[in-house]
Structure formats: C-alpha cells, structure tokens
C-alpha cells in the first residue's frame, strides 16, 4: 500500500482542499496524508481513525472514532479525504461520504490491490467526476456534486461511464491496471503514436499483453 501522491497529483489535488476543512477518513497512525494536506493549503485537517492517534502534527487535530459512530458527514467540513479503504463492507464510511460535498479518493484496485468495496464505488459512480488520475502506484479520484438520480428507480438518471479505477474495481476478476485503463479509454487516447503503445506493450506480463494486443487488432491498430 501506498499513500503518498506523486507531485502531479497533489497538484491537482491543491486547489480542491486549500483553505477548507478537510475530514482524513481512516488516517492511519503516522498522519502522513493529513500533514501533506496542510501543506498543500488545507485550512485545518480533522485525522479520523478507529484506533488511538498519539502523534500531533499542526493544523490537524485528531479523532478516535469509528464511522459508524457518526450520523453523517459532519457539518464544519468541506472534504472528505479517504486513502486506500479496507476491502469490506463499511456501512458506516457509505454514510459518511454519501453527505460530503467532495470527495477524494486514493487507492488501487488492480495488480493484486484491492481496497474499497462495491456499495463503495457505486456510490462514487453516483457521483460527478472532477479529476481522475491514475498511477501504478495510486489512483487519484475527486468527485463532486451528486448526479440526478431517481429514487423510485433507485438508479442514476445520466449514468457516466467509470474510469479505469472504477472499472476495475467493479469487476469479479482482478485486472491489470494497464487492461483497466485500456478497456475504460476513450477513442482519442487510443489513437496515441504506436511507439508508445508498444513501449507499454513490452513492459506488461505475457497475458495482459496478449489482451491489448487483440483490442488493438479490433480497433484497425496492427
């Protein structure tokens, strides 16, 4: 597991937390995400755990509860921060995260990874998409204001198509993160100059390969 972003994606990170509250959901004992998002302007971070946070850092204050200790998102913040949530069932952070007004996710869900559960990423899927950037080692998501959806149905009335993250995260089987990314890319990403194709080609286990390799074949790209 990794939580740090690289420097492209704090980048674009900042300006969704700089000078709001943001709630670190599930912070993990050494705040390691919680100071980075001072760092990155953050007017204040409340570090939220389950287990006792001894440790200080400035602008956080910290917070041993368990989710399902709250009624909702609380009031005083603005984001809600959450790295690499266990993969099982959380009713309690769903709860929490349904009221938030943004969210930011950083996880992974291919190559072996697993965080997150489905009623998660449904409700991510439910949810308008603001950034998406993805990496080997960590996807970053932002997502912002609810999508129109009917409760009669109980169904989102303009679907939008998930990004790779999501995708795979959605999936019975494990994927690679490049078969991710390739199922859920668009027609102009797929068109990239074949040197660079080839170049992640060559990089990818056998069967990952031979996958592309056939959509590549489909799409006219011999």
């Given at each position: 597991?990794?939580?740090?972003?690289?420097?492209?994606?704090?980048?674009?990170?900042?300006?969704?937390?700089?000078?709001?509250t943001?709630?670190?959901?599930?912070?993990?004992?050494?705040?390691?995400?919680?100071?980075?998002?001072i760092?990155?302007?953050?007017?204040?971070?409340?570090?939220?755990?389950?287990?006792?946070?001894?440790?200080?850092r400035?602008?956080?204050?910290?917070?041993?509860?368990?989710?399902?200790?709250?009624?909702?998102?609380?009031?005083?913040?603005?984001?809600?921060f959450?790295?690499?949530?266990?993969?099982?069932?959380?009713?309690?952070?769903?709860?929490?995260?349904?009221?938030?007004?943004?969210?930011?996710?950083?996880?992974?869900?291919?190559d072996?990874?697993?965080?997150?559960?489905?009623?998660?990423?449904k409700?991510?899927?439910?949810?308008?998409?603001?950034?998406?950037m993805?990496?080997?080692?960590?996807?970053?998501?932002?997502?912002?204001?609810?999508?129109?959806?009917?409760?009669?149905?109980?169904?989102?009335?303009?679907?939008?198509?998930?990004?790779?993250?999501?995708?795979?995260?959605?999936?019975?089987?494990?994927?690679?993160?490049?078969?991710?990314?390739?199922?859920?890319?668009?027609?102009?990403?797929?068109?990239?100059?074949?040197?660079?194709?080839?170049?992640e080609?060559?990089?990818?286990?056998?069967?990952?390969?031979?996958?592309?390799?056939?959509?590549?074949?489909?799409?006219?790209?011999?």
């Amino acid at each position: 597991m990794r939580s740090r972003l690289s420097h492209e994606q704090s980048v674009v990170l900042a300006p969704y937390v700089v000078h709001l509250t943001v709630y670190d959901l599930g912070c993990g004992p050494d705040l390691t995400m919680a100071s980075e998002l001072i760092d990155m302007g953050a007017d204040g971070v409340v570090a939220v755990d389950k287990e006792p946070l001894r440790l200080r850092r400035r602008g956080v204050r910290t917070m041993q509860r368990r989710f399902d200790e709250f009624e909702r998102f609380p009031e005083d913040g603005d984001v809600a921060f959450v790295s690499w949530p266990i993969n099982a069932p959380n009713p309690g952070l769903i709860r929490m995260l349904d009221a938030a007004p943004i969210i930011v996710y950083i996880g992974k869900n291919t190559d072996g990874s697993a965080c997150g559960d489905r009623a998660l990423f449904k409700l991510f899927m439910g949810r308008k998409l603001l950034e998406y950037m993805p990496s080997r080692e960590n996807c970053l998501i932002i997502y912002g204001e609810k999508l129109p959806y009917d409760r009669v149905l109980s169904e989102v009335l303009t679907p939008r198509d998930p990004v790779g993250e999501e995708y795979a995260a959605l999936q019975s089987e494990m994927l690679s993160y490049h078969t991710a990314e390739w199922r859920t890319a668009s027609p102009q990403h797929r068109t990239r100059r074949k040197d660079e194709i080839v170049e992640e080609l060559m990089s990818m286990p056998s069967r990952d390969r031979e996958d592309i390799v056939t959509r590549l074949q489909k799409l006219g790209g011999r």
